[in-house]
């Protein structure tokens, strides 16, 4: 019987990224404000998921305790420091949180015999965070999005009563509105020039483009030709945001996420 558990921890690093090789124009057309000189910094969030068997009499994957103290000694040499790709642990490489991912993956790995990791995500912020899963050397970057619309929830092949039924308040012929998050999932080797699976002005720019400056203060039924006969729910709209990304992101979008609501969440990552 296999069972995973997560355990949360924090710290605290200025970073920088660059490349030696490059023009200080170059690093600020790629890294944009990241590559400032004397850096900036953030409060990191770690989660680690492990994996293994349960050991019958005490009912643990792993002492947490044991879990937790790895995970000290992994992050001691990073809390509180500048990191930039001469730090000893960066390997040459910016310190993006797919370089850390993998870091902290490695310190945990080949540690015990019967547990074993089984994804590692940091947060760089509550908008930005990458995720190893020990997949040689793919890592998955996420970028959270924010835009807010309105919508009406109705269905052109159902009567008026039957709309009312089944959509209740969402039915109301002037609509209602949310501020959506979108979660766009994109993976890739990291590229060792950046430390990116995909340079973050490229991703901003074309989700932006794309979804976030279409639909951020617009009625979707009315505004949006791809709502004109299809209800803008929330499933349709990850389905949407999924096909006016996939041309742009080709294989690297791996999913779109709507978040509706803090209690409400939806995912769409292509047909299998
Ligand atoms: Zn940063
Ligand atoms: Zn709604």
Not at 141 to 154: C, D, G, I, K
């Amino acid at each position: 019987m296999i069972v995973y558990l997560t355990r949360q921890a924090r710290f605290s690093a200025g970073h920088r990224y660059f490349h030696p090789e490059w023009t200080e124009e170059e690093n600020l057309r790629r890294f944009g404000s990241c590559a400032r000189p004397h850096g900036h910094g953030h409060d990191y969030l770690v989660e680690a998921t492990v994996r293994g068997p349960l050991d019958a009499p005490v009912g643990m994957v792993i002492n947490i305790t044991e879990l937790k103290a790895a995970l000290q000694s992994a992050l001691e040499p990073l809390d509180g420091h500048f990191l930039d790709r001469r730090h000893p642990l960066m390997n040459d490489r910016n310190p993006t949180t797919e370089t850390l991912a993998r870091y902290v993956w490695s310190a945990l790995e080949g540690r015990w015999e019967t547990c074993f990791p089984h994804n590692v995500r940091i947060y760089e912020n509550p908008t930005l965070w990458s995720d190893y899963r020990g997949e040689e050397s793919v890592v998955y970057l996420t970028r959270r999005y924010e835009f807010s619309a309105a919508h009406r929830l109705h269905s052109p092949v159902l009567s008026d009563e039957e709309n009312r039924e089944v959509f209740g308040k969402c039915n109301h012929p002037n609509g209602h509105g949310h501020n959506y998050g979108l979660e766009v999932t994109v993976s890739g080797e990291a590229d060792p020039d950046t430390g990116m699976v995909m340079d973050l002005t490229r991703l901003d720019e074309v989700v932006h483009r794309q979804v976030v400056d279409r639909m951020d203060h617009r009625h979707l039924n009315y505004d949006l030709p791809e709502f004109e006969a299809l209800n803008p729910t929330s499933e349709n709209l990850a389905v949407v945001a999924w096909s006016l990304l996939k041309p742009e992101l080709g294989d690297s979008l791996v999913k779109v996420g709507i978040r509706e609501t803090d209690r409400n969440y939806f995912e769409f990552g292509g047909e299998e």
